[in-house]
């Protein structure tokens, strides 16, 4: 399995912007279909978004539409998810994931590698 670390959490303000990394170590990056997903307290873990293989493809979660943008650097075994407009309800710990299928199922369970998370935090 791959290896994933996030990066670049922190706090931002209402209205702000932040990019996240997630930067992999294994096999070849550009075999992996790369998820985001987060998971605020009492709260269940939810599908942010997600980018094919070839970076071709990308899929967004209807509240974060619009204002974020996921995508890829293979050369870099990397993803990034920026995320602009924030509001207080996408504070969460933000998770990516990896999985070697098709970019078929954005449920939590059909992704295999999972990175440590990074706590974002918007406040006004």
Do not use: H
Request: aromatic fraction near 10%.
């Amino acid at each position: 399995q791959v290896q994933l670390v996030e990066s670049g959490g922190g706090l931002v303000q209402t209205g702000g912007s932040l990019r996240l990394s997630c930067a992999a170590s294994g096999r070849a990056f550009s075999s992996y279909t790369v998820g985001w997903f987060r998971q605020a307290p009492g709260k269940e873990r939810e599908f942010v978004a997600a980018i094919s293989r070839r970076g071709d493809t990308t899929y967004y979660a209807d509240s974060v539409k619009g204002r974020f943008t996921i995508s890829r650097d293979n050369a870099k075994n990397t993803v990034y998810l920026q995320m602009n407009s924030l509001k207080d309800e996408d504070t969460a710990v933000y998770y990516c994931a990896a999985k070697t299928n098709g970019l078929a199922a954005t449920s939590a369970s059909s992704f295999g590698s999972w990175g440590q998370g990074t706590q974002v935090t918007v406040s006004s």
